[in-house]
């Protein structure tokens, strides 16, 4: 395949988002969907503006790449309605409520007026955050309901419009960068109730008989960035929602460029520039490899199931159900979550972003205090194993995760054993020393066996949320690849590179020096056939190892075995290049030569591409001819 590459973050439906938020809260949801593709693209197309050098770039991300922790703040007057409308519970986030709940927006900006946050406290939120071990900051300058939180001087829906009557920007970055934190700013490129924004909602009732003007939209935009440049001068900027359909190509790379030039420091994530057509997959071939689409990728409510070390990313995260405060949302993941959460970000080598969601006075929700509190404790002891580390070098760990720095391997602990011992697969670096962060009582054996080395370690875990293990090592880690799998005897196996290809553009794909497949599986009416003989009898599983990235699941296939046929549908594998066998079913062949022949069930039907496909295998059932 082309590698189409997927956001599987934004979802089209209420439902769709909600499920992601569902799912985030159970265990072991920690494995979602990879974004590897996405991500790669990112940074395939981060190729800053011609003066920056790698090096200048490695620079200015530095200090947000040692970071790891952040903290996101939804705050604007959707907070002081707190998810309800005339006395109704509007379902989904509360930073949406205009749209979701079809608010005329005459009567959304009037109810704005009475928001008066009495109860801020700038200084308190910044030592939380200090305390709960953040390191920078990013709030909602503006939402997408054009409600800004400073005194803008291209808008009325402000700060100075309100009954706050005051900057609300100016304290909190006073407090943070007082605290030692880095202050971002969130802009979103869309205005819900702006004259002149084109996606104008169907309930927006406060512009009858005029007609956006895009130039006059795209000065505006242009206003605030520069009004936000000059008087927070933030050390991110967070934008977000390019996909929008107003928002054209144009745009997003202008309004890029204008950040660069205003702000030459700041770390800008990827959604402004519109590098994917609407929310559908982006191609990597469909993005010009020079254009600049940001610093870093932002999966939204998700950890990328696989590492993506060489790539800057960040995973945004709310504590319950919603980004802007909702008295009705208590469904707060458990601080164990959390924790777990920021390890398993870490693991794979990303930033994870907070969110808290202060209600229309000014007061963050109680249990986001508590958990915050939980997770300052945890980096108090850990924090050597998550700041300034790097993807670990042990990625499959049954029993939890590892980061890495120079000479030292953290292992995190989820699951402790309970015969004191920790395999450590592959890991072929001698371990010089270990010992558990935090407890440096603690004995921690290594122990050797012919198959890999173990940690012995003592019966009761110290931390039941992670418990962090140092590793001492000599020079970078080596790993040694997992022994290949035992294949069942007698079972035969129809390679990519023997089979015959019919039909669009499918064809052979070389992955690693021996790893090939078939890709390209585009067109409805392409097949794969081998020629097998069986010299008797026997009853077999046909298992098919493909691929298949999230998002181009669901179409049916067939194998047609001689005059026999079975059929299943393709499932994610979670991207184009994870093989996974599967196992289509049982039938009984031979003795003589057939036809083995993989095709699309329903030609007509297929959407996107099939499947990506390593190899057939006729497993033959043991016991049985
Ligand atoms: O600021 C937070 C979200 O409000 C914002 N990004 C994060 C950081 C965001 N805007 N749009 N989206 C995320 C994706 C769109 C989701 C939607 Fe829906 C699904 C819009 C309509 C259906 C979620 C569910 C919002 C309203 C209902």
Redesign the pocket.
Known sequence: MSRPLMWPV?????S???ACAQDLATEPRLERPGLREQMTAVVAGAASPAPETPAQRDARMAWWRDARFGI?I?WGVYSRLEGRWDGKDI???G??IM??GKIPASAYVREARAFNPTAYDPASWAALFRDAGAKYVVI?SR??DGFCLWDSKVSDFDVMGVAAGRDLLAPLKREIERQGLKFGL?Y?IMDWTHPDWSGRRAWNDLWPGRAPDRAAFDAYIDAQLRELAAAYDPAVVWF??E?EDPWTVEEGARTQALTRALMPHAIVNDRCVKARPG?RPRRQREQAMDQDVGDFGTP?QEVPRKALPDVDWET?LTMNDT??YKASDTNFKSTRELIRTLVDVSSKGGNLLL?VGPDGLGRIPEPSIQRLHDLGAWLKVNGEAIYATRAGPIQKLSWGRSTQRDGVIYLHVFDWPRDGRLPLPGLKTTVKKARVVGHPDLPVRTLVTEEQQWLEVPGVAPSADATVIALEIDGPPVMVAPPPEKLTEGTIVLGAGDARLAGGRLGLEQRDADKQNIGYWTDGAATASWSVTLPASTLVDVVLVLSCLPGAEGNDFQVDLGDQHLRGTVRSTGSWEEFEPVTCGRLRLGPGTIDLTVRAADPRAMHFALMNLQEVRLVPVKGTR
């Open positions: 934004l979802a089209a439906t209420a769709a988002a909600a996101f939804h379902p989904s986030v930073e949406w749209e979701t909602t939402h997408h969130y979103s977000d929602g996909w929310m939204e945004c980004w802007g969110n």
